[in-house]
């Protein structure tokens, strides 16, 4: 299956991992269509990074899952990923209230809300789903640097159920979009 991944901070990617948390806010890796605003990849991979993974920019009660990379060189990818639902967000008032869904702090969605002066972030709703069987691959050139998305070309992947049930995950999608509908 050729599948992309996508980066993003290892903390966050063991809250989506561990169905503790399913909303990210993204600043890119979106586009915009004639349909209004896509992630560019609708399933990819969790590519945990460390680099400029900040503890000031995490809530408190999230901290403690700060790390060290474990394995330097290796990429351990930990769940596939299935966007069900995307938000812009043009209000930065709307985009705070977002702080409890996830993992940064209010200053840390501010900053990234005012991001090279575009005032707006988008809220990604994901369906998590653990891999059953351990993915590794080694870090190569082209995986290196401050990039949203990432090509893996062919790999296999063995998704489980997901970290959040349906039932919950439509609960977190209906309060979520009540809390964006003005």
Same mark, same amino acid.
């Not at 809530?59 to 596939?80: C, K, N, S, V, Y």
């Not at 990604?124 to 789903?129: A, D, G, K, T």
């Not at 080694?138 to 640097?145: D, F, N, S, W, Y």
């Given at each position: 299956?050729?599948?992309?991944?996508?980066?993003?901070?290892?903390?966050?990617?063991?809250?989506?991992t561990?169905?503790?948390l399913?909303?990210?806010?993204?600043?890119?890796g979106?586009?915009?269509?004639?349909?209004?605003?896509?992630?560019?990849?609708?399933?990819?991979?969790?590519?945990?990074?460390?680099?400029?993974?900040?503890?000031?920019?995490?809530?408190?009660?999230?901290?403690?899952?700060?790390?060290?990379?474990?394995?330097?060189?290796?990429?351990?990818?930990?769940?596939? +990923?299935?966007?069900? *639902?995307?938000?812009?967000?043009?209000?930065?008032?709307? !985009?705070l209230? #977002?702080? /409890?869904w996830?993992?940064?702090?209010?200053?840390a969605?501010?900053?990234?809300f005012?991001y090279?002066?575009?005032?707006?972030?988008?809220a990604?709703?994901?369906?998590?789903?653990p891999?059953t069987?351990?993915?590794?691959?080694?870090?190569?050139?082209?995986?290196?640097?401050?990039?949203s998305?990432?090509p893996?070309?062919?790999?296999?992947?063995?998704?489980?159920?997901? +970290?959040?049930?349906e *039932?919950?995950?439509?609960?977190?999608r209906?309060?979520? !979009?009540q809390? #964006?509908? /003005?």
């Open positions: 299956m050729t599948v992309p991944a996508l980066k993003e901070w290892d903390t966050q990617s063991q809250l989506l561990q169905g503790r399913s909303l990210l806010i993204r600043k890119g979106i586009m915009e269509t004639h349909d209004g605003f896509e992630v560019e990849h609708r399933s990819f991979l969790l590519y945990p990074t460390f680099l400029h993974q900040n503890p000031d920019e995490l809530q408190p009660q999230f901290r403690e899952l700060l790390r060290e990379d474990p394995d330097p060189g290796t990429i351990h990818f930990p769940a596939l +990923a299935e966007v069900v *639902a995307v938000h812009k967000i043009e209000s930065l008032e709307q !985009a209230q #977002l702080e /409890p996830q993992a940064l702090t209010a200053g969605i501010e900053r990234r005012h090279r002066n575009r005032p707006w972030v988008h990604l709703l994901l369906r998590v789903r891999l069987t351990p993915l590794a691959l080694p870090e190569t050139p082209g995986m290196l640097g401050c990039v998305w990432v893996l070309g062919e790999v296999e992947v063995a998704p489980g159920d997901p +970290a959040v049930g *039932a919950e995950l439509a609960e977190r209906r309060d979520l !979009a809390l #964006l509908t /003005p």
